[in-house]
């Protein structure tokens, strides 16, 4: 089985937890990456060509335990990763001192989400992330959107980053 890692430059990467973890945090937040993704024998590697960090006007709601972006702003992240030839990671926030993983609402979500982005975009594989303090959890969908699998790693720097694997659990 292929390792299956997301590479990202140190800096963007204290960017990113800077906005889906500011220090007065009180409502989720969100950011997409459009990565492009390379394979070879051993492993795949999706590496950032662009990011988007979502704002308020983003959102049709946005809550501390839950976020959803409005219409307007879902087809302008499926245009430009169309645009890119790019797959998508969606990247949110949990409040609280607890280790990440996938909520409830977040699963359904994803299970919703995916097969769409799937067929939206040229059946390109499509990640997501959800951090927390101090640690992060991800789910890949390589192959098939409605069977993920775990991200074997982020790839900061030189740093490999182990997610929780908390919501691969108990997905299928």
């Known amino acids: 089985m292929k390792k299956t890692l997301l590479q990202i430059d140190e800096v963007l990467y204290d960017e990113l937890i800077a906005h889906l973890l500011p220090q007065d945090m009180q409502r989720e937040e969100a950011a997409f990456l459009f990565v492009k993704g390379g394979r070879d024998d051993r492993q795949m590697v999706f590496r950032v060509v662009e990011t988007l960090k979502l704002k308020r006007k983003d959102f049709a709601r946005q809550a501390n ?42 699963r359904a979500g994803l299970r919703e989400t995916v097969p769409h982005m799937w067929w939206r975009l040229q059946r390109r594989p499509y990640l997501a992330i959800v951090v927390a303090n101090g640690s992060f959890d991800a789910l890949v969908w390589l192959d098939n959107p409605k069977v993920p699998c775990s991200l074997d790693g982020l790839l900061v720097g030189e740093t490999v980053m182990k997610p929780t694997n908390n919501s691969l659990t108990g997905w299928r």
Request: aromatic fraction near 8%; charged fraction near 25%.
């Open 65 to 106: 335990d839950y976020i959803e972006m409005d219409d307007e702003s879902s087809a302008a992240v499926i245009k430009r990763a169309h645009d890119l030839e790019a797959c998508l990671v969606e990247m949110h926030s949990h409040l609280g001192p607890w280790p990440a993983g996938f909520s409830l609402a977040d």
